[in-house]
T-cell receptor
């Protein structure tokens, strides 16, 4: 059974600082997603990573995938308050194109 | 149009009521999903429809009954729910096949359900 572990689960950081969220998964998968969720809102797709070594960047966020290490990272550069949200990674499960196993989420709070 | 819409936004129902949640998308996606999300938890997959046929049922209790009347619409019929069914219900859609193989899921805003 696929297990997806995110850490940290809670992250409080100051504006202007850099930090990384880690997503480890237990079995081979060829697809990994990062989502953002604001309180009481839906999930917004941030990145889709499909191959080993994939790196994608959008604004202050950069995601990467190492399929050999079964690890994805979400790097935050020079954090701003607007980035405060919960971030989930999700990994394609087994042979289904539809099933995703989500991590528990990282609650990010950016303080002035 | 890259939007998934859901109605109603909020729903309060008693344990003996019957109600339905509705989801609609016009992106030409042929896979549609229902998720349940409890507070401070990740979404849990309930059902997947592919080409209007039920493809995945994650052992969901029969008091939840999905329906896909056409490729744009997805309903979730609710009957005799329990208070522990209170949650945010999210609909999502994706392409059934893509050139890149991403199967990226687009989520609707959700229905906040409270069972009293």
């Amino acid at each position: 059974e696929l297990k997806v572990e995110q850490n940290p689960l809670f992250l409080s950081m100051q504006e202007g600082k850099n930090y990384t969220i880690y997503c480890n998964y237990s079995t081979t998968s060829d697809r990994l997603y990062w989502y953002r969720q604001d309180p009481g809102k839906s999930l917004e797709s941030l990145f889709v990573l499909l191959s080993n070594g994939a790196v994608k960047q959008e604004g202050r966020l950069m995601a990467s995938l190492d399929t050999k290490a079964r690890l994805s990272t979400l790097h935050i550069t020079a954090a701003v308050h607007d980035l405060s949200a919960t971030y989930f990674c999700a990994v394609k499960s087994g042979g289904s194109n539809y099933k995703l196993t989500f991590g528990k989420g990282t609650l990010l709070t950016v303080n002035p | 149009d890259t939007e998934v819409t859901q109605t109603p936004k909020h729903l309060v129902m008693g344990m003996t009521n019957k109600k339905s949640l509705k989801c609609e998308q016009h992106m030409g996606h042929r896979a549609m999903y229902w998720y349940k999300q409890k507070a401070k938890k990740p979404p849990e997959l309930m059902f997947v429809y592919s080409y209007e046929k039920l493809s995945i049922n994650e052992s969901v209790p029969s008091r939840f009954s999905p329906e896909c009347p056409n490729s744009s619409l997805l309903n979730l019929h609710l009957h005799a729910l329990q208070p522990e069914d209170s949650a945010l219900y999210l609909c999502a859609s994706s392409h059934e096949r893509t050139r890149t193989g991403s199967y990226e899921q687009y989520f609707g805003p959700g229905t906040r359900l409270t069972v009293t």
